[in-house]
Nanobody
Framework: QVQLVESGGGLVQTGGSLRLSCEASGIIFSFNAMGWYRQAPGKQRELVARIITYTTYYADSVKGRFTISRDNAKNTMYLQMNSLKPEDTAVYYC?????????WGQGTQVTVSS
């Protein structure tokens, strides 16, 4: 059974940084394209960043500020978020890319105050 557990969210001021982690069990990261997603209140969930082996993709809204990475030995994926903006406020999730419906976890809340 696949389990993805996100952590590292919190409350930060505009311009601050956070590092999110996604620990996986039941799935081998190195065999899968993985992504970070976010869902803001009243909005649809969107893909923020994706990593396939060592190739990365970023949504235009986070390009240059966020960095996705993973440690295959630890089966853990990260999202380093710098220069955070209030519009980055959302619940952040990890999943495969494309996402599997049954893999969604609880997510981790990121709140950026202005």
């Amino acid at each position: 059974q696949v389990q993805l557990v996100e952590s590292g969210g919190g409350l930060v001021q505009t311009g601050g940084s956070l590092r999110l982690s996604c620990e996986a069990s039941g799935i081998i990261f190195s065999f899968n394209a993985m992504g970070w997603y976010r869902q803001a209140p009243g909005k649809q969930r969107e893909l923020v960043a994706r990593i396939i082996t060592y190739t990365t993709y970023y949504a235009d809204s986070v390009k240059g500020r966020f960095t996705i990475s993973r440690d295959n030995a630890k089966n853990t994926m990260y999202l380093q978020m710098n220069s955070l903006k209030p519009e980055d406020t959302a619940v952040y999730y990890c999943n495969t890319n494309p996402p599997q419906q049954g893999y969604w976890g609880q997510g981790t809340q990121v709140t950026v105050s202005s």
